[in-house]
């Protein structure tokens, strides 16, 4: 329980850090050999083409297997999060390599100031919903407990929509 409740401070600390921010970006390549699997509590269903409907896990959290410039990753569905977020760690799975003079912009979180930085994703794909160019910060090693699918891809739908314990994607 209290390693659930720190993930849910730590998620909740990612939103203040990003909120509010409009990041400009860098390049990066995405070319890698590691992914990481999808956690088992999540399921998906696909309503109609060019849609996605993502059912709650147990804890109530939309999360989801992306494709992130042609390789996996899961992910959290964040409304609250102005952009896209992605661990250090799975950055360097994208084959985005970062040095420390990359982390250029500063944000405030609940557990004090942190750098991020600002990257651009090529291409972004929920099942068959896809965006292209879409904005996203990398935060640091050891910061960040889930790779967030923030409001930079979610403002680009059509359409997303939640009702209960589902949430619907439209490209």
């Known amino acids: 329980m209290a390693s659930l409740t720190r993930w849910v401070l730590c998620a909740a600390a990612l939103c203040l850090l990003i909120a509010g921010r409009h990041i400009f970006t860098k390049g990066a390549a995405g070319t890698a050999s590691d992914s ?11 309503p109609s083409s060019g849609a996605i409907a993502l059912h709650a896990d147990r804890s ?21 999060a102005t952009n896209c977020a992605f661990r250090e760690e799975e950055a360097e799975s994208l084959g985005i390599r ?9 944000v405030g979180t609940a557990n004090g100031t942190v750098r991020v930085a600002p990257i651009r994703i090529r291409l972004l794909q929920i099942g068959p919903v ?27 739908l059509r359409e997303f929509n939640v009702a209960g314990t589902r949430i619907t994607l439209r490209g």
């Open 98 to 106: 970062l040095s420390p003079n990359d982390f250029t912009q500063m």
């Open 36 to 46: 990481h699997a999808m956690p088992t509590a999540m399921s998906v269903s696909v």
């Open 60 to 80: 109530g959290h939309f999360l989801t297997t992306a494709l992130v410039n042609g390789r996996t990753l899961s992910m959290l569905v964040d409304t609250g």
């Open 130 to 156: 896809a965006v292209r160019d879409v904005e996203a910060v990398v935060v640091p090693r050891g910061r960040l407990n889930a790779n967030l699918l923030g409001m930079s891809f979610l403002s680009r």
